[in-house]
Every structure is written in structure tokens, then in C-alpha cells.
Nanobody
Framework: QVQLVESGGGLVQPGGSLRLSCVAS????????MGWYRQVPGKQRELVTWATNGGSTMYIDSVKGRFTISRDNSKNTLYLQMNSLKPEDTAVYYCYAVRGSNTYWGQGTQVTVSS
């Protein structure tokens, strides 16, 4: 089992920044992929970014150049640095991790971008 605990969400004005954190615990070894989804009420959960152990990363077009996924292995923590935030970035953000055939999810953290 893998447990993921997220933090860092909040209210920010357009153009501002937030940094989300996702701390992994439990059977964290052999995690192959970690990333972030987001979900807006009334819409399906949307993949935002992921990173593999091999160093590959992916960002959806709407966040390229603004969001950065990174990991601090010493702390077993995944980060999502979000800059130049826009109102359309408002969503609940979920960390996820893939280990073998299983996918694990964080509890979600609310990001609200509003003036």
C-alpha cells in the first residue's frame, strides 16, 4: 500500500503562485510514475502532469511553461510548482502514484484562483 498526503492548496489571485506537496509513505519503493490530476465540479478528472522514474515528464498544453513537477527523493515528496495561475486552474488537485498495476491517490487539495 502507498499513502499519499497532499498539502499546499489555497486561494490565490490570478498571476500568483502556489506549490503543492504530496508526501508518499508506506510501500513507496518501485513506484514507477507520480503525477497530478485535477478536477473541476461537473467535469471529469483531468491529467495535468506526470513524471517517471526514468526522468520523462509530461504536461498538458494548458499548463506548459507555468507548472513544474519535481520530486525530493530524500523526503519522498512530490511537488507541483504552479506559477502565473489563471482562474481556469481552479480545481481540486490530486496526487497519484503508480506501483506495479496499482494506482494510489491523494485526498485532494483545493486550488482557487480568483481576484
Amino acid at each position: 500500500q502507498v499513502q499519499l498526503v497532499e498539502s499546499g492548496g489555497g486561494l490565490v489571485q490570478p498571476g500568483g503562485s502556489l506549490r503543492l506537496s504530496c508526501v508518499a509513505s508506506g510501500n513507496i519503493f518501485s513506484i514507477s510514475v507520480m503525477g497530478w490530476y485535477r478536477q473541476v465540479p461537473g467535469k471529469q478528472r483531468e491529467l495535468v502532469t506526470w513524471a517517471t522514474n526514468g526522468g520523462s515528464t509530461m504536461y498538458i498544453d494548458s499548463v506548459k511553461g507555468r507548472f513544474t513537477i519535481s520530486r525530493d527523493n530524500s523526503k519522498n515528496t512530490l511537488y507541483l510548482q504552479m506559477n502565473s495561475l489563471k482562474p481556469e486552474d481552479t480545481a481540486v488537485y490530486y496526487c497519484y502514484a503508480v506501483r506495479g498495476s496499482n494506482t494510489y491517490w491523494g485526498q485532494g487539495t483545493q486550488v482557487t484562483v480568483s481576484s
